[in-house]
Structure formats: C-alpha cells, structure tokens
C-alpha cells in the first residue's frame, strides 16, 4: 500500500509539472523587475554609447547581452518631477510638480508625491510582487516635524526599504572640501530614520548594494520589484578607494565605474540564485548631464546642452534592457520611448492592468518586448512639459520646439568652463550674464514654434521651414490641443516650505551625528 501511495505522489507531481510547464511553455513567466536610475549621467557617457575613453561595465553589458533604445526621454530634466513620472506613469505637473518655488522638493519642503498617487510599487504588490528600494529618493520626506517621515517610499508601496537618500547626494555634501559637507542637507536614511548626518561618502554605495542585495536573496522566492535609484553621478564626484584615480577619465570616470560596479554586483546575486531568465533588469537616468559643472559632469554625447535643459542633451537618456531568452542579444531600437511608459510596461508583464478611474500619460510597449518583431512600438508622439508649460513635441524624426530652458547659445558651455575643467559648482559665473541660460519654467518661449529634424539635426541647429510642413503642424496642434483638454493639475507641491520638517540625526536613535546642532537652533534653516 506505501508503495502505491508513493508512486501516486510522483504521478501526481510529473502530472501537475507537465500541466503547468505546457501551459505556459511559450510565454514566460511574471518576471521579476530590477530597475536601476542613475542621477544625472549623459546619453554620451557609456562606452556603448559612443565615449571614446570611458571604461566597459555593467551599463555596456547589459547592451551587449539585451537591448539598447536610442530614443527614450525622461519625463522632465530635472530631478524630483522626472522621478514621480516614472513612479505614476504620469505627466509630472498632474502630481502637483508646478510651482513659484523651482523645480524640484528641497529638504525644507514639507509635502512629497500625493498618497492619492498609485504608484508602481503599489500597482506590483496588488499584483503579488515583492516591493522594495534602495538608494536616492527626492520625492519628499517629513510633512509636520523633523522626524514623521510621512513623504517617503515606505508610504508608497514599498513594503523593504533599506538605506535612502531622501534629497540625494549633492555638491554641498563634499566632505572632502575645506568648508566640509553641510549638515542641513546630506543625511542617510535606514527606511525612515536618520542614522548619518552628514552621510560617508566612502562606504555609502557599498551599504547601498548590500541592502539590494539583501532584498534579492530574501525575496527570491518570490515575483519582487526592486527600484535602485543609483546616486551616481550627481555632484559632489565621489569613488572609494578601489576606483579613485583608476579611470582614464578622471573624477567623473571613477564615479561612473563606482556606479556600474554596483550594477554588477546586484545582478551577480540575480546570477547566483538563478534568477537571471526570469528578471528583467533596466537601466535608464532620470535626466541628462551637469553640463554647468564642467569636468565634473557627465557628457551629452552628440546632443546639445544637458540637465535642466530641454535640448536633446537634458531628456536623451542612455537606456538598456535585459531579459535573457526574450529580448535579443545585443539588439537596438530606435522607437520613440519615455520614463513614463516604465509604469504601464512592467504592470503588464506583471499581468496587471491599469486603473480606469486614473489618466496615465505612459504607454506601455510589453507587446514589443514579447514579440519584437510582430510590432512596432506604440508610442506616437511625445509631450514634454516643463510644469505646465509645453517646450516640445517629438514626433517621428522631428521635434517642434516652443521654447528653450538652458543654454540657447553654444558659446556659454565653452566660456563657462574655459580654463579647465571646472570646479563642480557652475564654472564661470560671468557666462550667465554673457550668454542666455534660461532655468525656470516658463522662461525662454519662443513667439512661434522651431522645427527640427532631429534624427538628421541632433544638436538642434538648423531649423525647417513651417510652411513646408503645414499639415503636420496643423496635425500636432491638434493632438496638443486634445491632451491639454485633460489637463488638470493639483495644487502645487513644490511651494509648502517649512523649516521645521529639515531632517536632523537624534542621537538616541543611533544616528551617527557629524555636527553640533540642536533641533530647535534656527541654523537647522541655513540663517
């Protein structure tokens, strides 16, 4: 009788293996989903990008071994409103992202991305998928004192969250300065408590890669999500001691081989556990390079100006995608693709569908991924909004520009970093009065729209002619018309300021404190 209750078990287990196995043997399981965004970098900064110099890494291998799109855009060219897009599929504007007060969260912003957001993470947990998150946040932090903590990734849908930056790394945060890093804006957070003020440059993106790291094993039994916005290569340049001064390249080399070192060592424990058919890992940045930080910024590759821009420089973002045994090997695409189609992408691979009761502005291109060559990818054109203001439309090879943010002239990059590479803290001031930088939305429209080709023109220097293209522009007007229908914004996140919610270490809560500084001292505001 045992032996015929045991050989049931085995018939029931090959039958049950065989059901499943065959059911699905074309189509691959929920994958696993591990996204990294870099702080910062240039679509010209990767040696599979086209930098003559710049070491191999994990950027370039990921190339190699999946899919390089050459045509994909962050949402905004700055920090903050290009992440909420990412994390809501959404134009940044309609989650508050406008404002008198900048364009992105400062430490003493006391409101972050709505809760009434359905984030990515929260969409995947609906779906069964592990949430977590490392690394660089700055979509909020404290709404009513130094410590609630209510704005940050814990609160959207990211059930681990190990060491963050609420407001990243910046270069007042250099330690190594004669003035040393400000306390008022560079602490490291473990989920929602300070434990560095200011934070270590030397050991933070280890301790970074150990939480992700942690995370992968923990959950690998599991459908898991897990977002790494790396903090390279936003000013302050660091690298510890196993990349400082090894990059032929300089600072800035040694910062980009620091973060791809990163990459590399949270994909190996994606190797070791055998998770590497079943993840798709991306990489992407949230914006284009420093350009006003001379040397110690990232390059552009062929494209004009950078960060905070809207030329080609500040929204071409370089990006690749691996899924082995789905996507091709060492494949590019050409497509048109944004940030904001990440959100409805990876819900439908997730085997989710999008809410009804929300207006996503991301289309998702999953289809093009499982069947490249059965379907072009969706996208047909491409709004970029600076807050509510329209700078340019991409249509096809063409882009209308309504107006410029940055550098409109090619003389201020030359004049603002003449003599050297720089200091990392904007160059030659005197080019701002020389030359028209235009940084604030809002600023630099032009009395009537500029046509390019930018797949013949990638530095945006030769306008067409209108007339020539009237039918088309009549058609873009149109579809600029139909969007701004829907486009109502909330209140402005971006002017609560109070310097009451600025973070500050407790030493009671085994924060390392590198300052001396009481919660009440106004000095906590920077007067």
Request: glycine letters at 10%; aromatic letters at 12%.
């Amino acid at each position: 009788m045992a032996a015929e209750y045991f050989l049931y078990l085995v018939f029931t287990a090959l039958l049950i293996q065989v059901t499943f196995t065959g059911a699905d043997e074309d189509t691959p399981r929920r994958p696993n989903f591990l996204l990294f965004l870099a702080d910062d970098v240039g679509y010209g900064d990767f040696n599979a990008f086209g930098h003559p110099v710049q070491e191999r890494g994990a950027v370039d291998q990921l190339a190699a071994d999946g899919l390089k799109l050459t045509n994909f855009y962050a949402a905004e060219s700055v920090c903050s409103p290009s992440r909420a897009a990412l994390l809501t599929g959404r134009q940044p504007a309609r989650s508050g992202f406008w404002g008198s007060t900048g364009r992105t969260l400062a430490p003493t912003t006391s409101t972050g991305l709505p809760h009434t957001e359905y984030t990515l993470a929260e969409a995947l947990r609906d779906e069964g998928y592990a949430t977590g998150m490392v690394g660089k946040w700055h979509l909020g932090n404290n709404a009513y004192n130094y410590t609630d903590g209510s704005n940050l990734p814990i609160h959207h849908g990211f059930d681990y969250v190990g060491h963050i930056l609420p407001h990243g790394n910046s270069r007042n945060c250099d330690e190594t300065t004669s003035e040393g890093a400000s306390a008022l804006d560079c602490f490291l957070y473990y989920n929602t408590h300070v434990v560095q003020q200011p934070f270590y440059h030397e050991t933070l993106t280890r301790t970074l890669v150990g939480d992700a790291k942690e995370f992968i094993r923990e959950k690998a039994g599991v459908p898991w999500f897990l977002y790494f916005p790396l903090v390279q290569t936003h000013t302050s340049l660091f690298a510890n001691e196993m990349f400082r001064g090894r990059s032929k390249r300089g600072d800035y080399g040694d910062n980009v081989n620091e973060m791809m070192w990163a990459m590399d060592e949270v994909i190996a424990v994606v190797d070791e556990l055998n998770l590497t058919n079943d993840t798709l890992v991306i990489f992407t940045s949230d914006n284009g390079p420093s350009i006003r930080s001379c040397g110690q910024g990232g390059d552009p590759g062929i494209f004009h100006s950078g960060k905070s821009s809207f030329f080609e420089g500040g929204l071409r973002m370089p990006t690749v995608m691996k899924w082995p045994g789905v996507i091709e090997p060492g494949t590019t695409n050409s497509d048109l693709g944004s940030l904001m189609d990440l959100y409805p992408t990876l819900v439908e691979l997730a085997g989710g569908e999008l809410r009804s009761d929300v207006l996503y502005d991301g289309t998702s291109f999953a289809e093009s991924i499982l069947n490249p060559t059965n379907s072009t990818w969706p996208r047909e054109f491409l709004l970029n909004y600076c807050q509510t203001y329209l700078y340019n439309v991409r249509y096809g090879p063409y882009k209308i520009a309504y107006g410029a943010l940055g550098a409109s002239s090619r003389e201020f990059e030359s004049c603002l970093c003449s003599g050297g590479q720089g200091n990392g803290r904007g160059g030659n001031r005197a080019c701002y009065d020389e030359h028209a930088f235009n940084t604030e939305c809002g600023e630099g429209m032009y009395e009537r729209p500029v046509l390019y080709n930018i797949d013949l023109d990638p530095r945006e220097l030769y306008p067409l002619s209108l007339r020539d293209h009237r039918d088309m522009m009549r058609m873009i007007r149109g579809w600029v018309a139909e969007f701004e229908r829907t486009f109502d914004t909330p209140s402005s996140i971006l002017n609560s300021q109070s310097c009451q919610t600025r973070s500050c270490c407790d030493v009671e809560n085994h924060c390392v404190c590198h300052f001396n500084m009481t919660v009440a001292e106004d000095t906590r505001c920077g007067v």
